[in-house]
């Protein structure tokens, strides 16, 4: 229930009960002075009373004091009382005509006790509101930082309706055991745990912006296994906006996934990339779409966007122009259209091609073997034919850990188109031809992060398809810079491995996306087991069995040995991609693709009748 005292300080009542009791302050003040032997050396009238409280009210309300509200009285209301009342004090010196040692005395006093009253009672009153307001009713709160940070979030926080903020964690020594602003100042060792169930801590709010993707999962990690929800500030502009409470963002999957700051030879990119034309196929896609932001970067001359994806590619067209760029250029179309991307080469000189335009659904990809080979082999085909003959420098094929030892149509198609690169290494020239791989991309399109995601805010259940299944991840800013390097360093004939870090179970990523947004599985969301699907694969892998790792200059790239295809197997490549045009059945094509892959196993596919 409200109390008596938030119903009484509201806006409207605060003008005039902070009259009233200014008033009964300053005649108190007065009062206590006049109780002290001589101090009617400086006011022995009732007028002189009046004098002083007009004077002392009109300073007060010419500095804003009467703007504040009571409840909410801070440091900077009480500077503007002091400074009224030491101008007020100041003019009744030269109304009285002071001029001894003794009625300066006294006036020094009448200041001080004016001002320790109008003071005392405000702060009562702010402290008493907030009593009153009702702590159950309250979030319990621990904010992570007691730095400057922790310190603005916690008096934003103070008046909130939702939130009770209970005290600081910390990890600097010197602070723990400590207070600031009231509040205790905890660190995170074996005593914070007993603190957490005592207090009834229900989330916590990172306040210092020097965490690292690893702290930020050691945190979550700690607090997920006491059930104690945490959450990061939002920016300045949010604040400003809606409120601190109102933002409080939760971790995000990639917050938690995502490694530090990755390492790049800017030099080498900017030497690669500035005053370049750029094509970028499957532009409007995920990766495609990261791939033109960071290239922006290095201002080449033009970007060359293309993508079948009319509405996709109208919307980057328009982020681009918000952003202020010009310096592109859209087509709709299909990478499966050789006079369509004939066209495109024919416009001019164009210095480096990203390919990373692709069919990357596993299970609609195991029903559709025949698009499947079209747009990522046939149209692989064309965009490489097309880059060797006129001459491109470089070309950096987008491919996936999928293609290692595949286990559905999608990856196998996209295991012949590093193949097709392997087998134009002879006749490419001076264009250099380079493969890069890498695991599953945070948030792309093909991604289980979105679909989780949906889940959840449906109320679930979340479907995964088996408790151990495993993939790698990467955020789709970390893959594109690597996109980016690769390109930039290679030579031509490389297969790119990406180091992906350790292998994520899909349940546990899962339960991390639910816990993330404020829920407990098997409470609020159920997890459901629907087994495996056609083509899928508990784990993935990143090399096949005849390739090794080399190093390059950067930590997180290696370099795969370099594929060979023989002349046979060239033929036989060209001769499915005819199969495909003609609109073979589907058994007949995926029976081809195996031989050409011998790794190629189907699992929980229809497909598995051929190996």
């Given amino acids: 229930m409200i109390s008596l005292l938030q119903r009484i300080f509201k806006n409207h009542y605060n003008k005039t009960y902070a009259y009233v009791l200014d008033v009964f302050s300053l005649a108190l003040a007065i009062r206590i002075l006049l109780v002290l032997n001589g101090a009617k050396v400086i006011i022995n ?37 002091g400074a009224g009342l030491f101008i007020a004090t100041l003019l009744f010196a030269a109304y009285s005509g002071a001029n001894s040692r003794l009625e300066y005395r006294y006036l020094v006093l009448l200041f001080y006790f ?4 109008l003071i005392a009672y405000r702060v009562m009153i702010r402290l008493l509101y907030h009593q009153s307001i009702k702590k159950n009713e309250k979030i319990p709160t621990l904010l992570f930082g007691a730095g400057e940070n922790g310190m603005n979030a916690h008096r934003a926080l103070l008046n909130s309706n939702q939130i009770a903020v209970l005290g600081f964690i910390d990890e ?74 109102a933002n409080l963002q939760a971790l995000r999957i990639e917050d938690l996934l995502k490694r530090d700051q990755i390492a790049i030879d800017l ?22 779409s ?39 250029n859209c087509f709709i179309g299909s990478v499966t259209d050789a006079p369509f991307m004939e066209t495109i080469f024919k416009s ?28 990522n082999v046939l149209g692989t085909k064309i965009v490489v034919d097309l880059a060797i003959e006129h ?94 390097e690769a390109g930039a360093i290679g030579e031509g004939g490389e297969v790119f491995v990406f180091d992906m870090g350790a292998p994520v179970k899909i349940a546990d990523l899962a339960v991390d996306m639910i816990r993330l947004s404020g829920l407990l599985e098997g409470q609020d969301i ?35 040995k370099k594929d060979q295809i023989s002349a046979a197997a060239a033929q036989s490549l060209e001769a499915l991609m005819a199969q495909a045009q003609e609109g073979s059945p589907a058994m007949e094509l995926v029976a081809a693709m195996k031989k050409l892959v011998p790794e190629f196993k189907s699992m929980h596919s229809e497909y598995e009748k051929l190996d």
């Fill in 114 to 117: 004016s001002l320790s009253l």
């Fill in 290 to 328: 990261e791939i033109v932001r960071q290239l922006l970067v290095f201002k080449p001359k033009e970007l060359l966007l293309v993508d079948q994806a009319e509405t996709p590619l109208f919307h980057l067209k328009n982020e681009l122009l918000d952003q202020g760029c010009s310096t592109f």
């Fill in 172 to 245: 600097d020594a010197k602070k723990i055991g400590r207070s600031i602003e009231g509040l205790p100042v905890y660190g995170m060792g074996k005593g914070l745990l007993p603190l957490l169930a005592k207090k009834g801590i229900a989330q916590v709010i990172l306040t210092t912006e020097q965490l690292g993707p690893a702290k930020k999962k050691e945190l979550f990690e700690f607090f997920k296994q006491q059930q104690i929800k945490i959450f990061t500030l939002p920016s300045v502009d949010q604040w400003v906006q809606g409120g601190a409470t």
């Fill in 526 to 560: 159920e997890i459901k087991y629907t087994g495996l699907r056609p083509g899928e694969k508990l784990y993935e892998e990143l090399l096949t069995q005849k390739e090794a790792l080399l190093p390059s200059h950067n930590p997180l790239i290696f370099k795969a």
């Fill in 348 to 375: 001019g000189p164009i210095d480096a091609v990203f390919h990373a335009a692709a069919f990357k659904h596993v299970f609609m990809m195991e029903a559709q073997p025949q698009q499947a080979l079209l747009n």
């Fill in 391 to 484: 001459r491109v420098a470089q070309l950096v094929l987008v491919s996936t850990d999928k293609a290692v030892n595949p286990s559905n149509v999608m990856g196998a198609s996209k295991r012949l188109a590093e193949l097709y690169l392997a087998a134009q290494l002879e006749r490419a020239g001076a264009t250099k031809l380079i493969t890069t791989r890498f695991g599953n991309v945070l948030g792309s399109n093909g991604s289980v992060v979105p679909i989780f995601k949906q889940q959840i805010e449906a109320g679930g259940p979340v479907t995964v398809t088996h408790p151990e299944i495993t993939r790698y991840f990467m955020t789709i800013p970390e893959a594109c810079q690597l996109v980016l």
């Fill in 45 to 81: 009238e009732y007028q002189d009373l009046a004098v002083f409280g007009i004077l002392a009210m009109g300073c007060l309300w010419a500095m804003g004091a009467y703007k504040m509200m009571l409840r909410y009285t801070a440091l900077l209301d009480v500077a503007r009382i």
């Fill in 267 to 288: 030099d080498r990119n900017k030497e690669m990339y500035s005053g370049k034309r750029v094509l970028v196929t499957g532009a409007a896609g995920s990766i495609g």
